[in-house]
């Protein structure tokens, strides 16, 4: 009998309960995707939760006949009884075509909403970059339509922002400046240790930037945000991660990213690897018009070490780039210890190393129409290697709501190694930079007013070594150092303050930034006679900016903004010996002042119904820039250097220059499942000492796309167009390497695309796309390497 009583308690007591424990749904986007922190709460703000990272929310604390808002940033709202929820069980969002209120947090280095800001941002999500399937950090930026990247290179990409590239855009990792003494003005490509399988997120900021990032940001800001580790709410371990394989035809490139990440409540760590194989980069196939029989790789060198000579080899194929081939490796630890609810303590490593990327370019070059200029030509394995330790406080005072202090170490060698055809000696250039930076960031709100200060102290110290080698004997000698080689130091250091003011219709803000710069070096006289033997600069800059925002309705809105930005002649500038294209040779100049850019711009975001347009207009006024002339080396214009005669040049502040521009993007949201998109970007430049464009002016670019999605598939046929660029519009540097254009300048392309995406389930999915469909030849404005051919990219994303 008390067998049965008990059995009749539990199965009462299981159907009593069992509505309480079905209170747990799952919230998705379209794709069946979980979305994480969206909120759920009453209308009157009494109770609220949000979804955890799978979805999941656990609704027991409403009642039955309670309507919830189930809100989240990037996804429409909507309102719903909760016994509605509970039935349904899944909860389907659609992402909103423009996200109103978006979060960013490259403008004043704290989270704020982009309707607060007055600064065009592009924001790319982590989702978007999944969906653009990625090969390295610069593809990232292009397929995006609206940043302009030059490859001299596979191995390689400079993003081009507004006219402006190379050091006078400021990079960021994890919001630590990459920009160091050696970046130059001539197109880099560090973004590519930058590995995009572990980002979070990145933020483009267009236009000056430095009352927030100091020198170096003129063109604008780039800011990537890797992951951090993520903990368990609950007091138990969970672990998680995804392994994402990847392989393009074009360049025959594989790519492995494994993720893994491990959390109990108060202490998480994250750890991701990644491995990068390219094959030589296959061209386009089909040369059309002023593409007709250029971009062809002939022939190759290859040394005959039975004959001990080099000699010039048929390519069978002429659209393969034949020595465009590298490798990478990249390394992220990251451990995230909360202290307790106010203060965390993140701590991150990051490694990236290359093998030999061949400068592709330059191994096209030839001394006559018949003999090729080098043999060898190569940047030796690029290293990157940073330590950093993040805290975040977040007890409030009467000095600051909050402050984040950043403190990082660098450790960066690069090289470059060339040897002429039929020369016995191999040259090795070598620049070893250790850099240290400390950053405090205080944010503090008051009456709807909110300040934004902080100091930043950044220092580099620069070792320069140079040597050749005889391919035969092994036997070395010393040869001039790109750099000095009695080794540099660069100190900066910043205060800046910020100030916010919203409401409903109308906001503003403005900054200001002080820098002091100081840059000391050693220049030995064992190879050129110079005047000095020490160089030493001690420069001051003030930056400021002003923005107003006028919200003329609930979706949209009216921005001005003016902003100043400044670039600190660095090392690069200062100390460089260096050809930077065959035939000129820079040399070093000790009187070089800051160069500043005023900058004037309107920006607008309408959002109607199923349509959002956005939209920048801007003028940038560059004064005192520092720009490259003509001139004279111990009475002379033409020196001996590396075996050949080349005219002495040097960097001066001569220059004045502007660029006016604008840029649109209008997304059209036919219905929940189908979408327009299109984006342009152009700009126009013009240096008044020459009366010729900017050297980083590109020419007008964009992107079409049309994208279906259903369920678990999504389709996108997209276009990429680009201008015409004619030579009576290079600038004088472009017009020294006119071997990288075909006879007419840089001529207009349009390629045709289409991307699938497939979500087999929660856990797995494939992408795959067809890039440049009609195998067209073509190759970016400043370019030195063709762009891929036809190229069949596939993908598969596996998570646990």
Same mark, same amino acid.
């Given at each position: 009998?008390?067998?049965?009583?008990?059995?009749?308690?539990?199965?009462?007591?299981?159907?009593?309960?069992?509505?309480?424990?079905?209170?747990?749904?799952?919230?998705?986007?379209?794709?069946?995707?979980?979305?994480?922190?969206?909120?759920?709460?009453?209308?009157?703000?009494?109770?609220?939760?949000?979804?955890?990272?799978?979805?999941?929310?656990?609704?027991?604390?409403?009642?039955?006949?309670?309507?919830?808002?189930?809100?989240?940033?990037?996804?429409?709202?909507?309102?719903?009884?909760?016994?509605?929820?509970?039935?349904?069980?899944?909860?389907?969002?659609?992402?909103?075509?423009?996200?109103?209120?978006?979060?960013?947090?490259?403008?004043?280095?704290?989270?704020?909403?982009?309707?607060?800001?007055?600064?065009?941002?592009?924001?790319?999500?982590?989702?978007?970059?999944?969906?653009?399937?990625?090969?390295?950090?610069?593809?990232?930026?292009?397929?995006?339509?609206?940043?302009?990247?030059?490859?001299?290179?596979?191995?390689?990409?400079?993003?081009?922002?507004?006219?402006?590239?190379?050091?006078?855009?400021?990079?960021?990792?994890?919001?630590?400046?990459?920009?160091?003494?050696?970046?130059?003005?001539?197109?880099?490509?560090?973004?590519?240790?930058?590995?995009?399988?572990?980002?979070?997120?990145?933020?483009?900021?267009?236009?000056?930037?430095?009352?927030?990032?100091?020198?170096?940001?003129?063109?604008?800001?780039?800011?990537?945000?890797?992951?951090?580790?993520?903990?368990?709410?609950?007091?138990?371990?969970?672990?998680?991660?995804?392994?994402?394989?990847?392989?393009?035809?074009?360049?025959?490139?594989?790519?492995?990213?494994?993720?893994?990440?491990?959390?109990?409540?108060?202490?998480?760590?994250?750890?991701?690897?990644?491995?990068?194989?390219?094959?030589?980069?296959?061209?386009?196939?089909?040369?059309?018009?002023?593409?007709?029989?250029?971009?062809?790789?002939?022939?190759?060198?290859?040394?005959?070490?039975?004959?001990?000579?080099?000699?010039?080899?048929?390519?069978?194929?002429?659209?393969?780039?034949?020595?465009?081939?590298?490798?990478?490796?990249?390394?992220?630890?990251?451990?995230?210890?909360?202290?307790?609810?106010?203060?965390?303590?993140?701590?991150?490593?990051?490694?990236?190393?290359?093998?030999?990327?061949?400068?592709?370019?330059?191994?096209?070059?030839?001394?006559?129409?018949?003999?090729?200029?080098?043999?060898?030509?190569?940047? !030796?394995?690029?290293? #990157? @290697?940073? =330590?950093? /330790?993040? *805290?975040? +406080?977040?007890?409030? $005072? &009467?000095?600051?709501?909050?402050?984040?202090?950043?403190?990082?170490?660098?450790?960066?060698?690069?090289?470059?190694?060339?040897?002429?055809?039929?020369?016995?000696?191999?040259?090795?250039?070598?620049?070893?930079?250790?850099?240290?930076?400390?950053?405090?960031?205080?944010?503090?709100?008051?009456?709807?007013?909110?300040?934004?200060?902080?100091?930043?102290?950044?220092?580099?110290?620069?070792?320069?070594?140079?040597?050749?080698?005889?391919?035969?004997?092994?036997?070395?000698?010393?040869?001039?150092?790109?750099?000095?080689? !009695?080794?540099?130091? #660069? @100190?900066? =250091?910043? /205060?800046? *303050?910020? +100030?916010?003011?919203? $409401? &409903?219709?109308?906001?503003?803000?403005?900054?200001?930034?002080?820098?002091?710069?100081?840059?000391?070096?050693?220049?030995?006289?064992?190879?050129?006679?110079?005047?000095?033997?020490?160089?030493?600069?001690?420069?001051?800059?003030?930056?400021?900016?002003?923005?107003?925002?006028?919200?003329?309705?609930?979706?949209?809105?009216?921005?001005?903004?003016?902003?100043?930005?400044?670039?600190?002649?660095?090392?690069?500038?200062?100390?460089?010996?260096?050809?930077?294209?065959?035939?000129?040779?820079?040399?070093?100049?000790?009187?070089?002042?800051?160069?500043?850019?005023? =900058?004037?711009?309107?920006?607008?975001?309408?959002?109607?119904?199923?349509?959002?347009?956005?939209?920048?207009?801007?003028?940038?006024?560059?004064?005192?820039?520092?720009?490259?002339?003509?001139?004279?080396?111990?009475?002379?214009?033409?020196?001996?250097?590396?075996?050949?005669?080349?005219?002495?040049?040097?960097?001066?502040?001569?220059?004045?220059?502007?660029?006016?521009?604008?840029?649109?993007?209008?997304?059209?949201?036919?219905?929940?499942?189908?979408?327009?998109?299109?984006?342009?970007?152009?700009?126009?430049?013009?240096?008044?000492?020459?009366?010729?464009?900017?050297?980083?002016?590109?020419?007008?670019?964009?992107?079409?796309?049309?994208?279906?999605?259903?369920?678990?598939?999504?389709?996108?046929?997209?276009?990429?167009?680009?201008?015409?660029?004619?030579?009576?519009?290079?600038?004088?540097?472009?017009?020294?390497?006119?071997?990288?254009?075909?006879?007419?300048?840089?001529?207009?392309?349009?390629?045709?695309?289409?991307?699938?995406?497939?979500?087999?389930?929660?856990?797995?999915?494939?992408?795959?796309?067809?890039?440049?469909?009609?195998?067209?030849?073509?190759?970016?404005?400043?370019?030195?390497?063709?762009?891929?051919?036809?190229?069949?990219?596939?993908?598969?994303?596996?998570?646990?």
């Amino acid at each position: 009998m008390e067998k049965h009583i008990i059995k009749l308690l539990i199965t009462l007591f299981y159907f009593i309960s069992n509505p309480i424990l079905s209170q747990k749904v799952y919230v998705v986007d379209n794709n069946k995707e979980p979305i994480y922190n969206v909120s759920f709460y009453k209308k009157d703000l009494s109770k609220g939760i949000f979804s955890n990272f799978n979805g999941e929310v656990d609704l027991s604390i409403f009642e039955n006949r309670d309507s919830i808002v189930i809100q989240h940033p990037t996804f429409d709202s909507t309102i719903k009884i909760k016994s509605e929820i509970v039935k349904q069980k899944n909860i389907i969002l659609f992402e909103k075509i423009i996200s109103i209120n978006e979060i960013v947090f490259s403008v004043n280095k704290w989270s704020e909403n982009l309707t607060d800001v007055s600064n065009k941002i592009l924001n790319i999500s982590e989702n978007k970059i999944k969906e653009l399937s990625p090969q390295t950090s610069a593809d990232l930026l292009e397929k995006t339509g609206e940043i302009f990247v030059q490859k001299s290179q596979l191995g390689g990409g400079s993003p081009m922002i507004r006219g402006f590239s190379a050091n006078r855009i400021l990079l960021s990792l994890d919001g630590i400046r990459m920009n160091n003494a050696i970046f130059r003005s001539g197109n880099i490509h560090n973004i590519i240790s930058i590995d995009p399988n572990i980002l979070e997120g990145v933020e483009i900021l267009y236009g000056p930037a430095s009352v927030m990032y100091g020198s170096d940001a003129i063109g604008g800001a780039i800011n990537f945000k890797i992951k951090d580790p993520k903990f368990n709410i609950y007091n138990k371990i969970k672990i998680n991660g995804s392994q994402n394989i990847q392989y393009n035809s074009s360049s025959k490139s594989k790519h492995y990213n494994l993720f893994l990440n491990i959390g109990l409540k108060n202490i998480a760590s994250m750890t991701s690897f990644s491995f990068s194989n390219f094959d030589d980069l296959r061209s386009g196939s089909k040369r059309k018009n002023k593409y007709k029989n250029f971009g062809k790789r002939t022939e190759y060198v290859k040394r005959n070490y039975v004959k001990n000579i080099d000699e010039t080899i048929n390519n069978t194929d002429h659209n393969i780039q034949k020595f465009s081939n590298y490798s990478q490796n990249n390394f992220i630890q990251k451990i995230n210890y909360k202290i307790n609810d106010d203060i965390n303590l993140i701590y991150g490593l990051y490694y990236s190393k290359s093998s030999n990327i061949p400068r592709y370019d330059r191994l096209t070059l030839y001394d006559d129409l018949l003999t090729p200029k080098y043999a060898e030509w190569y940047y !030796g394995p690029n290293l #990157f @290697l940073m =330590n950093k /330790i993040e *805290l975040k +406080y977040f007890i409030k $005072n &009467k000095f600051f709501d909050a402050f984040k202090l950043n403190i990082s170490k660098q450790n960066i060698e690069e090289s470059r190694i060339s040897r002429k055809f039929n020369d016995l000696y191999i040259k090795n250039r070598i620049e070893k930079v250790d850099v240290n930076s400390l950053n405090l960031d205080f944010d503090k709100k008051k009456n709807g007013k909110e300040f934004f200060y902080g100091y930043e102290l950044y220092s580099n110290k620069i070792n320069s070594n140079a040597f050749e080698q005889n391919i035969n004997t092994n036997e070395e000698k010393k040869i001039s150092t790109r750099y000095p080689d !009695g080794g540099t130091n #660069f @100190l900066i =250091n910043s /205060i800046y *303050l910020s +100030y916010k003011k919203t $409401n &409903k219709k109308l906001n503003y803000n403005f900054g200001i930034r002080g820098t002091k710069t100081n840059l000391k070096s050693k220049i030995s006289s064992d190879f050129f006679n110079f005047p000095f033997s020490e160089v030493e600069i001690n420069t001051s800059s003030i930056s400021g900016s002003f923005g107003l925002i006028y919200n003329y309705s609930k979706n949209s809105s009216l921005k001005f903004l003016y902003s100043n930005g400044f670039r600190s002649p660095n090392l690069d500038d200062v100390g460089k010996i260096f050809d930077s294209e065959p035939g000129n040779i820079i040399v070093p100049n000790v009187e070089l002042n800051p160069e500043y850019a005023n =900058n004037f711009e309107i920006n607008f975001i309408s959002r109607k119904q199923n349509i959002e347009f956005n939209g920048s207009i801007y003028y940038t006024n560059l004064n005192n820039a520092i720009i490259r002339s003509n001139g004279t080396f111990d009475g002379v214009d033409s020196i001996m250097y590396d075996g050949s005669l080349s005219k002495v040049q040097t960097l001066k502040n001569s220059g004045k220059a502007y660029v006016f521009g604008f840029s649109y993007m209008i997304n059209y949201k036919i219905n929940n499942n189908l979408n327009l998109k299109s984006s342009v970007s152009f700009n126009q430049s013009k240096d008044l000492s020459t009366k010729l464009p900017l050297r980083h002016s590109s020419p007008i670019f964009g992107q079409t796309s049309v994208n279906f999605t259903k369920r678990n598939i999504k389709v996108s046929y997209y276009i990429n167009y680009n201008g015409k660029k004619d030579i009576s519009n290079f600038s004088p540097i472009e017009l020294n390497k006119l071997y990288l254009y075909t006879k007419d300048g840089s001529p207009t392309w349009l390629t045709n695309n289409i991307s699938f995406i497939y979500n087999i389930n929660y856990l797995a999915k494939i992408n795959f796309s067809c890039e440049n469909i009609f195998d067209v030849h073509y190759r970016s404005y400043s370019s030195g390497i063709s762009a891929p051919g036809r190229n069949f990219n596939i993908g598969l994303n596996m998570s646990f």
